[in-house]
Every structure is written in C-alpha cells, then in structure tokens.
C-alpha cells in the first residue's frame, strides 16, 4: 500500500507541477504588466519615480513569451523600441538608429526560444526532489540544483530574461515537489 502512495505522490509532484509553475510565470507577467503600465503613465512626463528619464523602454528590461520563443518585452509585445510608430516599426533583428536594443539581448537571443527543454527538465527536476524527501535524504536537492545550474550556465550568463525565468520556475518547481513530498511522508507515517 506505502508503494502505492509513494507513486501517487511522485506523479503528482512531477507532473502536477508543471501547471503550478506556468501559474507562477502568469502571475509574474501579471505584476509585470502593472509595473509595465505605471512606468507607462510616468514615462509621458519623461521621469520615474526618482527624477531620471527611463528611456525608451522604460526601464524594464526584456521578457521573453513563450508560447513562440519570439523576445518580447515585459508586457507581451514584439520587442520594438516604444518611440517606433507601427509605420516605422524596425523589425528585432534590425532596431531603430535612434534607439538601439539593449546589450543585455545578444543577437542570437532574437528569434530563439529560452530556456529551451524546461518542461521535461522541471519534470525530472520534480521527481528527483520528491524522491530525495520521501527517501530522506534531503540533502540530494543540492545536488539536483547544482547539476540544473551548470547545465544552464551558459544561457543563463548570455540572457538575463533567461536567469530569471530559471530562478522563478526553479523556486516553484522546487518547493511544489518538497510540499507534495513532504506531505505525502507525514500521511506515510502516519
């Protein structure tokens, strides 16, 4: 019977958080557009908060949407510069003169998709969690963590979008299957 718990909580914790995750990504994109909207509204006096012109882009950086893979900004439209008109809108691969993109987007991070594979990573990433608490060696997440970090090193270095999309999926995944897992011992003990 335990092993039957056992499997039920490793289903759930690694395939049930996948849902949970997008979730989290929704509600950052979420506070994201209203951090988004209120720059908006100071960016037509031309200040922020502090007395210094935010830029073009407001200062909120890149995003990505991943649904397409296309780099977008924070609120979910193409990354085109804010003072192009749809007229004169350049495309990502070639800005506007007056506004050129951001250093933090390397050339090759236009076009692709980030963080490539993450659903099936965070899958396993979940079950090898889950399986360190039910076994008891908690220790094991260290290991799962340091093994995701130097296999995303790379990407994670070139594209800041892509750091923070890893730290938020990272977190909830991690703490999804410690809950699911946790939970599961303490009614396996009981």
């Known amino acids: 019977m335990n092993a039957l718990w056992i499997t039920l909580a490793l289903l759930i914790a690694g395939f049930a958080g996948w849902p949970v995750t997008a979730l989290v990504f929704r509600l950052a994109r979420t506070i994201d557009d209203k951090a988004d909207a209120g720059q908006a509204a100071e960016a037509a006096d031309g200040t922020n908060d502090s007395g210094v012109d935010s830029g073009a882009d ?15 900004t924070a609120a979910g439209t193409p990354a085109v510069p804010a003072a192009a008109t749809p007229e004169t809108a350049p495309t990502p691969e070639t800005p506007a003169p007056e506004t050129p993109a951001p250093a ?3 050339a090759a991070a236009v076009g692709t998709r980030i963080l490539r594979g993450g659903a099936i990573i965070g899958v396993l990433e979940r079950l090898a969690v889950a399986l360190a608490i039910l076994a008891g060696q908690p220790v094991a997440i260290a290991y799962v963590v340091a093994i995701k970090g130097l ?11 892509a750091a923070e999309r890893f730290i938020i999926g990272t977190l909830t ?5 410690a809950g699911v897992a946790a939970l599961a011992r303490i009614l396996l003990q009981a």
Not at 173 to 177: D, E, H, R, V
């Open 151 to 161: 296999g995303r090193f790379a990407e994670l270095k070139e594209t800041p979008v």
């Open 173 to 177: 995944s991690m703490l999804w299957a």
């Open 58 to 72: 407001g200062g909120r950086g890149w995003s990505d949407d991943p649904s397409d893979g296309a780099v977008t």
């Open 104 to 106: 933090s987007v390397p």
